[in-house]
């Protein structure tokens, strides 16, 4: 059936809000706590750093940024390689290509839409800098065969993890794998503060520099530990600090994260188990989770047997109030992409398939179990 006029939109996101977040930003403006790597980008990068189990963080005024500041790290020329995989968002690409890195595009895995990890060592070539690893949804990357060959070719890993905070893999936080990882705090993510990210890192060879590339690249931060008695500009870098406001923010979403992922996860185990049956017969795919990994539940995806069902699916949820979205148009068959990377031999056809496939149902912690059932009654009205 179609949406009453009594009943409201589902919203495809809602970010989330604790309740502690204003008294907090309201004792950080009172404090005049306003500019970066104040007591609130302290304790939010303690509490952020626990989780992950990284050796060190900074706070960042985004994901991109994050990334931004791993390219420098890497003192990537012109003409160096970075393998990445196609089916990401562009911030991936942006930072390395902004040196003048060409992004090397790998195709996906079918069932966990990850870089195909079979295909990595064949990207590989004597200008190759690095591999940067995205665990979509937060499902970890086979990180294991990752490791081996990163460690083969003598190459550093940095994981793009905006979507895994609270994730693991065998056991391990997902961040705390590669030598760096970057991290999401926008207003899309499970934690968030409006707009925000993070470098961690677990080679502590990289801090001292880092903190000079997010400060503007001066030594500004060991002035103010009283390391030295002044400051001068050391190296390439940029402003990458957040305000302490938007911290004191962070840290009430990162303190409540349990509570925050507890609801997260019962609305995508009731998807999972609720269209199962509607799955098979449809011949649509759910996401698989396989046994090594844990999942934060970031999103909840559907693959459509093409996209004039996936446009079909998409219209009829919204006919019924029920917002949806879909994501990500491949890099390497973008213009960008085409003009700034290179792709690996036989191309990314199941990128492409499932760039045209994919569909994101609404995930997130304020969703009622009302809402919940409207879309599930949504989706298995739908026959494919």
Known sequence: MTMTTTESVIAFNRPHMTGEEAGLIAAALAERSLEGDGRYTGRATELLTKMVGASSALLTTSCSHALDMSALLLDLEPGDEVVMPSFTFPSTANAYALRGAVPVFVDVRPDTLNMDELQIEAAITPRTKAIVVVHYGGVACEMDTVMAIADRHGLPVIEDNSHGLGASYRGRPLGSIGVMATQSFHATKNAHCGEGGALLFNDAGYLKRAEIIREKGTNRRQFFRGEIDKYQWMDLGSSFLPSDVLAACLVAQLENFAAIQARRLQVWDVYQEQLAGWARENGVVQPTV?????????????????????????????????KTAFHYLPLHSAPAGRRYGRTVEGGCPLTERVADQLLRLPVYTDLSDHDVERVLDGVTSFRV
């Open 290 to 322: 396989p046994a090594e990994c844990a999942h934060p539940a970031h999103l909840y995806y559907l693959l459509l047997p093409d996209l004039e069902r996936r446009t079909a699916l998409m219209a009829h949820l919204a006919g019924r109030g029920v």
